[in-house]
C-alpha cells in the first residue's frame, strides 16, 4: 500500500459524515475498537477496505467477530493495532513495528516513543466532555510515518 491511511476509533455507534469526509480517499481504514455498530464498519468498507479490533464496549456478535489486535502492512511499514494501550504488552509486539494505533481514551495524540510512533485519533463518535471529536491520517514521508490528527468540525 501507498498513499494514506485513515485512523478511527471510538464511533460507540455513530459514524459522522464528517468523519466519512475525512476519511474520503484513504486506501485503507483502520478502527481502534469500540465501534458499536456492524453498520458502522459497513459504512467506512464504502470508502476503503478497513481493520478494525475490539474495543471495551464492543460485544455481542459484533465483539466475537472483531480481534483484540491486528497488524496492517502499509507502505512497508509494520503497524500494530489495539483498542487499550494499557493492554499493549510491549514484549509481545511483532518484530519491526513502525506505529502503534488505540483508542479508548477518547484523546487525540501523536507521540514518537524510541522510534515508534503512537497514535490515538481520538473520538469520532459521541462527543465526551469537552474533547474534540476526530480522525487521524497517516502517510509515508521520506520513508518515514507521519501522523496528523483531524479535529471534525461538528456540532455536538
Do not use: W
Amino acid at each position: 500500500m501507498t498513499g494514506v491511511l485513515g485512523l478511527i476509533s471510538d464511533t460507540h455507534g455513530l459514524l459522522r459524515p464528517e468523519a466519512l469526509a475525512a476519511l474520503d480517499g484513504c486506501e485503507c481504514i483502520i478502527h481502534a475498537g469500540d465501534v458499536g455498530e456492524l453498520d458502522v464498519l459497513k459504512r467506512l468498507r464504502l470508502v476503503a477496505p478497513v481493520v478494525a479490533v475490539r474495543g471495551n464496549v464492543d460485544g455481542g456478535n459484533l465483539g466475537r467477530t472483531l480481534p483484540t489486535t491486528a497488524t496492517v502492512d502499509f507502505a512497508g511499514h509494520r503497524i500494530h493495532v489495539i483498542h487499550i494501550i494499557g493492554d499493549l504488552d510491549q514484549a509481545s509486539l511483532p518484530a519491526e513495528v513502525s506505529a502503534v494505533v488505540y483508542g479508548h481514551s477518547h484523546k487525540p495524540s501523536i507521540e514518537d516513543r524510541n522510534g515508534v510512533l503512537y497514535v490515538n485519533p481520538g473520538a469520532a463518535g459521541p462527543r465526551r466532555f469537552k474533547l474534540p471529536v476526530s480522525v487521524a491520517t497517516m502517510r509515508v514521508d521520506d520513508g518515514r510515518l507521519v501522523a496528523q490528527i483531524v479535529e471534525l468540525d461538528v456540532q455536538s
